[in-house]
């Protein structure tokens, strides 16, 4: 049986938390999308309950495969968020060739800005497609996967840092974000080299506090 296995990534742009990739394995013909689910699209242009609808319908369906890989925040701030978002593509790429015992043969498509270094991958011959989420249903069931992922994790650490709020804002800059930084200071699970001017002009009376994981 031929496979497309479709990878996407979820918070790269973000300030806290680790950047998150998902692979999922589609057959060849795979059609039996239930029609009672919100229309197939990319995590972004869904609502919450509505990926949690096809996120459990991915995890429940026999034939489609997935997995995911994080990277954290310190090594974020080491290699780069490209090269983050990259090592995390090739080992959730890895967790689902592992469950591929019938493949025949696999295409393998990431959404821009993905790029996969390894050769054992390279062998595959992987494609980059320009907004790959929206054109590819394989990268769309992808980037669903990631964002859950991410997101119940950005809900853990929300528990951990109370102050923070980053169940609502998932570790981006927003407003909310920027000013908790400022008043509380910098936690273990940001990423210090996307926070580097609010380090150097921290708001007035702010404790710098440095929290572990």
């Not at 369906?61 to 974020?76: C, D, E, G, P, T």
């Not at 991958?121 to 996967?145: C, F």
């Not at 930084?181 to 404790?207: D, N, T, Y």
Request: aromatic share 8%.
């Amino acid at each position: 049986m031929r496979y497309t296995i479709g990878i996407d990534e979820v918070g790269r742009g973000a300030l806290a938390g680790p950047v998150v990739v998902a692979a999922v394995a589609v057959p060849e013909g795979f059609n039996s999308y239930p029609r009672h689910l919100p229309k197939l699209k990319d995590s972004k242009r869904l609502s919450q309950k509505q990926r949690e609808v096809w996120y459990a319908y991915i995890w429940e369906n026999q034939q489609l495969f997935s997995a995911s890989a994080r990277v954290y925040q310190h090594k974020i701030d080491r290699l780069n968020i490209s090269q983050s978002a990259n090592l995390a593509a090739g080992r959730a790429l890895d967790g689902v060739l592992k469950q591929l015992n019938d493949a025949d043969a696999i295409d393998v498509v990431l959404d821009g800005g993905l790029y996969l270094r390894r050769k054992k991958h390279l062998s595959l011959r992987p494609k980059t497609i320009v907004r790959g989420d929206q054109r590819r249903n394989s990268i769309k069931l992808a980037s669903i996967v990631a964002k859950i992922k991410r997101d119940k994790y950005l809900s853990f650490l929300d528990c951990r840092y109370p102050g923070y709020n980053l169940g609502a804002h998932k570790g981006y800059g927003t407003k909310m974000h920027f000013q908790a930084i400022r008043e509380l200071g910098i936690l273990e699970v940001h990423r210090e080299s996307f926070l580097k001017s609010i380090k150097m002009q921290p708001k007035a009376g702010s404790k710098n506090i440095v929290r572990g994981l």
